[in-house]
Protein backbone atom coordinates (compact mmCIF):
# COMPACT_ATOMS: atom_id res chain seq x y z
CA UNK A 1 0.00 0.00 0.00
CA UNK A 2 2.70 2.63 0.28
CA UNK A 3 3.80 1.97 -2.99
CA UNK A 4 0.33 0.96 -4.86
CA UNK A 5 0.65 1.49 -8.53
CA UNK A 6 3.84 -1.41 -8.16
CA UNK A 7 2.04 -3.58 -5.81
CA UNK A 8 -0.39 -3.44 -8.36
CA UNK A 9 1.80 -4.32 -11.58
CA UNK A 10 3.43 -6.76 -9.79
CA UNK A 11 0.16 -8.33 -8.36
CA UNK A 12 -3.85 -8.40 -9.53
CA UNK A 13 -2.55 -5.94 -12.68
CA UNK A 14 0.29 -8.28 -13.73
CA UNK A 15 -1.18 -8.53 -17.05
CA UNK A 16 -0.99 -4.51 -17.72
CA UNK A 17 2.53 -4.30 -17.07
CA UNK A 18 5.48 -2.64 -19.48
CA UNK A 19 8.46 -3.37 -18.10
CA UNK A 20 12.01 -1.39 -19.27
CA UNK A 21 14.71 -1.94 -16.46
CA UNK A 22 13.99 -1.38 -12.92
CA UNK A 23 10.53 0.51 -14.19
CA UNK A 24 6.88 -0.31 -14.22
CA UNK A 25 4.22 0.96 -15.93
CA UNK A 26 0.63 0.96 -17.48
CA UNK A 27 0.29 1.62 -20.55
CA UNK A 28 -0.24 4.94 -20.81
CA UNK A 29 -3.67 4.88 -22.75
CA UNK A 30 -4.90 2.99 -19.63
CA UNK A 31 -3.49 4.77 -16.77
CA UNK A 32 -0.57 7.25 -16.47
CA UNK A 33 1.41 5.79 -13.18
CA UNK A 34 4.82 5.00 -13.38
CA UNK A 35 6.81 2.86 -11.00
CA UNK A 36 10.32 3.60 -10.04
CA UNK A 37 12.91 2.02 -7.94
CA UNK A 38 12.89 3.84 -4.48
CA UNK A 39 16.12 5.51 -5.19
CA UNK A 40 16.57 5.30 -8.69
CA UNK A 41 19.58 6.47 -10.04
CA UNK A 42 20.83 7.83 -13.75
CA UNK A 43 20.60 4.91 -15.28
CA UNK A 44 16.86 4.07 -14.58
CA UNK A 45 16.02 8.16 -15.33
CA UNK A 46 17.69 6.89 -18.88
CA UNK A 47 15.12 3.78 -19.12
CA UNK A 48 12.29 6.16 -17.97
CA UNK A 49 12.91 8.38 -21.46
CA UNK A 50 13.53 5.55 -23.35
CA UNK A 51 10.02 4.08 -22.36
CA UNK A 52 7.95 7.50 -21.96
CA UNK A 53 9.75 8.51 -25.44
CA UNK A 54 10.42 12.63 -26.61
CA UNK A 55 8.15 14.88 -25.04
CA UNK A 56 5.84 11.72 -23.36
CA UNK A 57 4.07 12.35 -19.92
CA UNK A 58 4.28 10.10 -16.67
CA UNK A 59 2.62 10.01 -12.65
CA UNK A 60 4.61 9.13 -9.68
CA UNK A 61 3.14 8.25 -6.51
CA UNK A 62 4.56 8.33 -3.36
CA UNK A 63 7.90 9.81 -4.57
CA UNK A 64 10.16 12.50 -3.58
CA UNK A 65 12.64 12.43 -5.93
CA UNK A 66 12.74 15.36 -9.03
CA UNK A 67 13.74 14.18 -12.76
CA UNK A 68 16.29 15.45 -13.94
CA UNK A 69 16.74 18.79 -14.85
CA UNK A 70 15.22 20.07 -17.83
CA UNK A 71 12.20 17.88 -17.79
CA UNK A 72 9.08 19.84 -16.88
CA UNK A 73 7.19 19.29 -14.09
CA UNK A 74 3.19 19.29 -14.89
CA UNK A 75 1.77 18.85 -11.41
CA UNK A 76 2.97 18.49 -7.68
CA UNK A 77 0.63 17.74 -5.20
CA UNK A 78 0.14 16.89 -1.88
CA UNK A 79 -1.90 14.27 -1.14
CA UNK A 80 -3.67 11.09 1.36
CA UNK A 81 -4.64 8.17 1.13
CA UNK A 82 -7.02 6.62 2.93
CA UNK A 83 -8.54 3.13 3.84
CA UNK A 84 -12.10 1.77 4.31
CA UNK A 85 -12.12 1.38 8.33
CA UNK A 86 -16.26 1.12 9.51
CA UNK A 87 -17.93 1.72 5.30
CA UNK A 88 -20.84 0.03 5.57
CA UNK A 89 -20.80 -1.13 1.40
CA UNK A 90 -24.40 -0.79 -0.12
CA UNK A 91 -25.27 -1.90 -3.73
CA UNK A 92 -27.32 0.79 -5.56
CA UNK A 93 -30.29 0.16 -7.79
CA UNK A 94 -29.97 2.98 -9.85
CA UNK A 95 -26.37 2.41 -10.77
CA UNK A 96 -25.55 1.09 -13.72
CA UNK A 97 -22.47 -0.60 -15.31
CA UNK A 98 -20.47 1.56 -17.67
CA UNK A 99 -18.31 -0.06 -20.35
CA UNK A 100 -16.06 0.82 -23.63
CA UNK A 101 -19.08 2.27 -25.82
CA UNK A 102 -19.58 4.81 -22.65
CA UNK A 103 -16.31 6.12 -22.47
CA UNK A 104 -17.17 9.22 -24.54
CA UNK A 105 -19.39 10.30 -22.36
CA UNK A 106 -17.03 9.16 -19.82
CA UNK A 107 -14.25 11.43 -20.82
CA UNK A 108 -16.81 14.28 -21.32
CA UNK A 109 -17.73 14.00 -17.52
CA UNK A 110 -13.94 14.11 -16.51
CA UNK A 111 -12.86 17.30 -19.01
CA UNK A 112 -15.68 18.64 -16.79
CA UNK A 113 -15.07 17.70 -13.15
CA UNK A 114 -11.51 17.20 -13.26
CA UNK A 115 -11.48 13.87 -10.68
CA UNK A 116 -7.86 12.90 -12.01
CA UNK A 117 -6.85 10.71 -14.60
CA UNK A 118 -8.86 8.88 -16.93
CA UNK A 119 -7.95 7.29 -20.23
CA UNK A 120 -9.22 5.87 -23.03
CA UNK A 121 -8.68 2.61 -21.50
CA UNK A 122 -8.86 3.09 -18.07
CA UNK A 123 -12.34 1.10 -18.29
CA UNK A 124 -10.15 -1.58 -18.29
CA UNK A 125 -8.81 -1.36 -14.99
CA UNK A 126 -11.94 -2.43 -13.16
CA UNK A 127 -15.60 -1.97 -12.23
CA UNK A 128 -17.14 1.41 -13.05
CA UNK A 129 -20.59 2.65 -12.17
CA UNK A 130 -22.39 5.71 -13.33
CA UNK A 131 -25.76 7.42 -12.55
CA UNK A 132 -27.84 8.81 -15.59
CA UNK A 133 -30.75 11.01 -15.54
CA UNK A 134 -32.53 11.71 -19.16
CA UNK A 135 -29.85 9.46 -20.28
CA UNK A 136 -27.14 11.58 -19.79
CA UNK A 137 -24.19 10.38 -17.53
CA UNK A 138 -24.19 12.60 -14.55
CA UNK A 139 -22.28 11.02 -12.01
CA UNK A 140 -20.03 7.95 -11.87
CA UNK A 141 -17.13 6.25 -9.68
CA UNK A 142 -15.11 3.24 -10.53
CA UNK A 143 -11.86 0.88 -9.85
CA UNK A 144 -8.61 1.79 -10.36
CA UNK A 145 -5.27 -0.10 -8.87
CA UNK A 146 -5.39 -3.17 -7.07
CA UNK A 147 -2.53 -4.19 -4.59
CA UNK A 148 -2.99 -7.26 -3.03
CA UNK A 149 -6.25 -7.61 -1.24
CA UNK A 150 -7.12 -3.89 -2.13
CA UNK A 151 -8.86 -1.96 -4.63
CA UNK A 152 -8.26 1.65 -5.14
CA UNK A 153 -11.61 3.73 -5.55
CA UNK A 154 -11.04 6.35 -8.12
CA UNK A 155 -12.65 8.86 -10.52
CA UNK A 156 -15.40 9.94 -8.31
CA UNK A 157 -17.10 12.66 -9.69
CA UNK A 158 -20.58 14.28 -10.27
CA UNK A 159 -21.61 16.48 -12.85
CA UNK A 160 -21.89 20.71 -11.24
CA UNK A 161 -25.54 20.77 -11.82
CA UNK A 162 -26.14 17.65 -10.01
CA UNK A 163 -23.83 17.79 -6.71
CA UNK A 164 -25.34 18.33 -3.25
CA UNK A 165 -27.74 15.23 -4.35
CA UNK A 166 -25.71 12.39 -2.52
CA UNK A 167 -24.44 11.03 -5.84
CA UNK A 168 -20.79 10.26 -5.21
CA UNK A 169 -21.53 9.25 -1.59
CA UNK A 170 -23.92 6.47 -3.63
CA UNK A 171 -21.52 5.44 -5.78
CA UNK A 172 -18.46 5.08 -3.90
CA UNK A 173 -20.80 2.61 -1.49
CA UNK A 174 -21.77 0.67 -4.69
CA UNK A 175 -18.31 0.30 -6.07
CA UNK A 176 -17.19 -0.70 -2.52
CA UNK A 177 -20.25 -2.90 -2.61
CA UNK A 178 -18.78 -4.95 -5.36
CA UNK A 179 -15.14 -4.67 -4.23
CA UNK A 180 -16.48 -6.08 -0.60
CA UNK A 181 -18.34 -9.26 -2.38
CA UNK A 182 -14.71 -10.53 -3.82
CA UNK A 183 -12.65 -9.86 -0.61
CA UNK A 184 -10.94 -7.06 -0.92
CA UNK A 185 -10.85 -3.94 1.69
CA UNK A 186 -11.65 -0.43 -0.25
CA UNK A 187 -9.33 2.62 -0.10
CA UNK A 188 -8.69 5.82 -2.02
CA UNK A 189 -6.60 9.03 -2.60
CA UNK A 190 -7.77 12.70 -2.49
CA UNK A 191 -5.57 16.07 -2.79
CA UNK A 192 -4.79 17.06 1.00
CA UNK A 193 -6.52 20.40 0.48
CA UNK A 194 -9.78 19.15 -0.80
CA UNK A 195 -11.20 19.12 2.39
CA UNK A 196 -15.13 18.48 1.24
CA UNK A 197 -14.00 15.26 -0.26
CA UNK A 198 -12.53 13.92 2.99
CA UNK A 199 -14.80 14.90 5.25
CA UNK A 200 -17.04 12.79 2.43
CA UNK A 201 -14.92 9.82 2.80
CA UNK A 202 -14.67 10.20 6.65
CA UNK A 203 -18.11 10.47 7.02
CA UNK A 204 -18.60 6.99 5.25
CA UNK A 205 -16.42 5.54 7.00
CA UNK A 206 -12.55 5.52 5.44
CA UNK A 207 -9.83 6.37 7.77
CA UNK A 208 -6.83 8.76 7.21
CA UNK A 209 -3.86 5.95 6.25
CA UNK A 210 -0.65 8.10 5.18
CA UNK A 211 -0.07 11.06 3.21
CA UNK A 212 1.09 10.67 0.04
CA UNK A 213 2.74 12.65 -2.79
CA UNK A 214 1.90 13.14 -6.39
CA UNK A 215 4.50 14.24 -9.55
CA UNK A 216 3.20 14.40 -12.90
CA UNK A 217 6.33 15.33 -15.79
CA UNK A 218 7.27 15.13 -18.84
CA UNK A 219 10.53 14.95 -21.14
CA UNK A 220 11.75 17.30 -23.30
CA UNK A 221 10.81 17.14 -27.20
CA UNK A 222 13.10 15.90 -29.95
CA UNK A 223 16.21 18.16 -29.55
CA UNK A 224 16.47 20.28 -32.48
CA UNK A 225 19.46 19.89 -34.88
CA UNK A 226 22.20 22.12 -34.72
CA UNK A 227 22.64 24.83 -36.94
CA UNK A 228 24.71 23.57 -40.21
CA UNK A 229 23.55 20.27 -39.95
CA UNK A 230 20.98 18.04 -41.88
Not at 148 to 159: D, K, L, N, R
Not at 173 to 193: K, S
Request: include cysteine; aromatic fraction near 6%.
Amino acid sequence: MDNPARSALTGPHARFAERHGRLLRYPPEISPWLVLPDEPDEADWADVAALAGPGGSFALAGYHVPPPAGWEITFRADGVQLVADGLVPAPDEEAVRLGPADVPEILDLVERTKPGPFMSRTIELGTYLGIRRDGALVAMAGERMRPPGWTEISAVCTAPEFRGQGLAARLILAVADGIHERGDTAFLHAAADNTNAIRLYESLGFRLRRPIAFLGARLPAVERRRAGTG
